[in-house]
């Protein structure tokens, strides 16, 4: 079953905007993670938080986890057009190793 | 230098075929998966294996069958190819005993883009 559902499906912003987007899962977790798909290639993971951590940041990325509504969001700052792609969020649930993603949030950065 | 590489790149076969897709990690991670991409970007885990034991085997139709020779290989065999498998399989690893699930960051490949006739 799909664990990860993102919100919005897709996003067009201008470059240099702040881009945001949301997941909500399920079930508990041990830890909620960030992947970038650029098209035709594989995923690149962004970043990891753990479920007893709220706010994490890396370079232009801040993710967010609030696990009492069971969700996240990730917001890129300052866009680029590098930026254009397909974001998912994936949870980590129990101890299990297994990751169930959500159906990505495909943005578009115009120049 | 590539981490995780997977061949063929793309694959297009007919119906009932057999078919085996290679994945290769020169990580050094204990644990690989496979997955499978849709057309609508749903991207499903099938199968992990951790240091050549199955660990993880979701409902996947016994058509497939992944193989690890090795914890730096994991193959995946596909019998009697159908439409609905058409898809794009992606191979990933991690390390995951080292520091447990909570440190799961998962390494992908580039994805074998299959397309059954």
């Known amino acids: 079953s799909q664990q990860g559902e993102e919100d919005p499906q897709a996003l067009s912003i201008q470059e240099g905007e702040n881009a945001t987007m949301n997941c909500s899962y399920k079930?508990?977790?041990?830890?909620l993670q960030w992947y970038r798909q650029n098209s035709g290639r594989g995923l690149v993971h962004l970043i990891l938080?753990?479920?007893?951590?709220r706010e994490k940041h890396s370079g232009r990325l801040r993710v967010t986890l609030d696990t009492s509504k069971k969700s996240s969001s990730l917001l890129i700052t300052a866009s680029r057009a590098a930026d254009t792609a397909s974001y998912f969020c994936a949870a980590a649930e129990g101890n299990d190793y297994k990751l169930s993603f959500g159906a990505g949030t495909t943005v578009t950065v115009r120049a | 230098d590539t981490a995780v590489s997977q061949t063929p790149k793309y694959l297009v076969t007919q119906m009932g075929n057999d078919k085996s897709i290679k994945c290769e990690q020169n990580?050094?991670?204990?644990?690989m998966y496979w997955y499978k991409q849709d057309s609508k970007k749903f991207l499903k885990i099938m199968f992990s294996y951790n240091n050549k034991e199955l660990i993880i085997n979701e409902t996947v139709p016994n058509r497939f069958s992944p193989k690890s020779p090795d914890k730096a290989h994991l193959n995946l065999h596909i019998n009697s190819l159908e439409l609905g498998d058409s898809a794009v399989y992606f191979c990933?690893?991690?390390?995951?005993?080292?520091?447990?699930?909570?440190?799961?960051?998962?390494?992908f490949g580039p994805g074998t883009r299959l397309t059954v006739l």
């Open positions: 990933a690893s991690s390390q995951v005993f080292e520091g447990g699930p909570e440190y799961n960051e998962q390494f």
């Open positions: 990580l050094g991670h204990d644990t």
């Open positions: 079930t508990s977790i041990n830890n």
């Open positions: 938080i753990r479920s007893n951590e």
